[in-house]
């Protein structure tokens, strides 16, 4: 397998607004970032990914980009970024940024001059369709956020494509205008120096072919927005991209791709390095949605996750490179979605993730157990998803309310948004003034400064899983080794092994709250049974009784 410093690497997720915060506007921000390098640095992460920081209105925390080429104003200026570039590099760490160009924000330039009139030299910047006879939208596609993906606009009386909110009006990447132009901005920050690009819902930059007609609904109210998930021209424009600026940088890749499938991720991530070097995958977060999709509070089933992840791993296995994530931005925590909240089992997950062939993303407080957010109110949430979704569904009366909010406490994307908890001073040392959105009670025992100060905390447990794959003598085997998946219809009890030449590891991961009895399957023979990581004293035993959230690694 070829090496690469992006395979070799764990990726940190900041989601800025979130992370710490400078100046007491409640809002956290560039130097703020900059301030905890150190921290970051002592956990052991390479590369750093932030979440868009460019000027935005903020319909939807700046991935509504209104200049490519700026910087919000809630999170600094343009010196502030190049000085954080700089510390980054100083530090032998790499910074890639967050690429929004499926859409942009409606006060974006472009969408301005695109909107003005019919024959704008931008208008078709932009996918403007007239409605249909009836006085409805061109088709019935809902957005993401709810809603119809159309939006008439009194000007020209014509309909603009949204799969996001109104203020996200998608690209026409079909006029070669607006490639160069992306090319053209991504081009400006390849030689300003960073070091790569998560591409969001990249998957969904070639719409399909016309004529465009109504899709199937499920259950909802509006037609399924996966029409638009990878389209006929996706891998054309990718390769055009890849070639025109990609290519001519040494950089990171990772393309945001809902609805991906394992023949498409196939092409998306491949080998030869023609489009991307990774992409993020869906469909293990995907296993606790229910018929009528995300919003309910089913558990994700251990063995269809196994089994899942697994067929990942085999199937990627020397033809494109996988991603390893339960966390982001748009996720609940997975302490509270797979764990129990306790330490113990936050490590577990970890272990099992972080042992797996690809590259690790670790997301903002991921690494101290952060927990889901207690929300008991509407007024308690801020993102555009949750919100729509409780208004829409409510009162169409396809939900009963509290069943609903329950449903959203669970799954919103604000339990990864709420602050970074790095001490027990109010506001967990995020702001000294109001945070933007409220900090979760637990900080006073789930931060920062508490666990890296106890040498038995979830922060040092992923610093140490870090290691392993980073700077350790089983480096090599964590990222290369050849991944197997042992006792696959275990209820409970995900273990596997990673085998690189002569070398083998073998992860044991009691992803359950219950004592488990597991057999190591015969065919798992080893000479020696030192336990080179794990979250409690483990011994490797034919038949081991495993602890509620136990994990153990050991080399054979
Ligand atoms: C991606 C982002 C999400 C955003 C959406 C629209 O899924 O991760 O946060 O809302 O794209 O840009
Ligand atoms: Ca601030």
């Known amino acids: 397998m070829k090496r690469a410093w992006w395979k070799e690497q764990v990726v940190y997720q900041i989601y800025p607004r979130s992370f710490c915060d400078s100046n007491g506007d409640g809002i956290g921000d560039l130097n703020g970032i900059r301030s905890r390098l150190d921290y970051l640095q002592a956990l052991g992460v390479r590369i750093l990914w932030l979440s868009p920081i460019?000027?935005?209105?903020?319909?939807?925390?700046?991935?509504?980009?209104?200049?490519?080429?700026?910087?919000?104003?809630?999170?600094?200026?343009?010196?502030?970024?190049?000085a954080l570039l700089a510390d980054v590099h100083a530090r032998g760490m790499r910074l890639v940024m967050d690429l929004v160009v499926n859409h942009t924000s409606d006060e974006h330039p472009w969408f301005v001059e695109s909107r003005s009139s019919r024959d704008n030299p931008k208008r078709d910047f932009y996918i403007w369709r007239e409605g249909k006879a009836d006085g409805t939208p061109p088709t019935n596609w809902g957005g993401c956020f709810s809603g119809s993906a159309w939006e008439r606009d009194e000007g020209s009386g014509m309909y603009y494509l949204h799969f996001f909110s109104k203020k996200q009006p998608d690209l026409n990447w079909e006029n070669p205008a607006v490639r160069d132009a992306v090319f053209d901005m991504m081009t400006w920050w390849c030689e300003k120096g960073i070091d790569g690009f998560r591409m969001d819902v990249i998957s969904m930059i070639s719409k399909p072919q016309e004529p465009w007609t109504d899709a199937p609904t499920y259950g909802g109210l509006y037609g399924s927005s996966e029409v638009t998930c990878n389209g006929p021209r996706v891998h054309e424009f990718l390769q055009e991209m890849n070639r025109r600026v990609l290519s001519r940088y040494d950089l990171m890749t990772v393309g945001e791709t809902a609805g991906v499938t394992i023949e498409e991720a196939k092409r998306y991530a491949n080998v030869d390095g023609t489009e991307l070097n990774m992409v993020f995958q869906f469909e293990h977060v995907g296993l606790d949605a229910g018929p009528d999709g995300k919003w309910c509070t089913k558990r994700i089933s251990i063995p269809a996750l196994k089994a899942n992840l697994s067929r990942w791993q085999q199937e990627l296995e020397g033809k494109a490179w996988n991603s390893l994530f339960f966390c982001n931005h748009d996720q609940p925590r997975v302490a509270s979605r797979l764990g129990d909240q306790s330490p113990r089992s936050a490590k577990c997950i970890a272990t099992a993730l972080h042992l797996m062939q690809g590259t690790p993303y670790v997301y903002q407080g991921e690494e101290l157990g952060m927990t889901n957010y207690p929300f008991t109110s509407l007024e308690e949430f801020r993102d555009i998803e949750s919100l729509n979704a409780f208004r829409e569904l409510t009162q169409a009366g396809l939900r009963e309310p509290e069943e609903l909010f329950r449903a959203i406490a669970y799954k919103s994307r604000d339990n990864a948004r709420t602050p970074m908890q790095w001490d027990d001073t109010e506001n967990a040392g995020f702001t000294t003034g109001t945070p933007w959105i409220a900090v979760n009670p637990n900080y006073r025992t789930i931060n920062a400064n508490a666990e890296q100060a106890d040498p038995d905390s979830v922060w040092h447990y992923y610093r140490k899983l870090i290691a392993l794959r980073q700077d350790s003598p089983w480096s090599d085997v964590v990222v290369y080794g050849h991944y197997a998946l042992l006792a696959p219809e275990d209820e409970a009890v995900f273990a596997f092994t990673r085998t690189l030449e002569e070398r083998k590891l073998l992860i044991v991961c009691n992803l359950s709250a219950e004592r488990r009895t597991f057999r190591v399957p015969e065919e798992v023979v080893w000479t020696r049974s030192d336990q080179i990581l794990g979250n409690m004293d483990g011994t490797l035993e034919r038949e081991m009784s495993l602890a509620p959230w136990q994990a153990g690694v050991w080399s054979l």
């Open 54 to 82: 460019y000027r935005s209105p903020n319909d939807d925390n700046g991935y509504d980009i209104a200049d490519y080429q700026a910087i919000m104003e809630d999170f600094g200026t343009m010196e502030d970024f190049d």
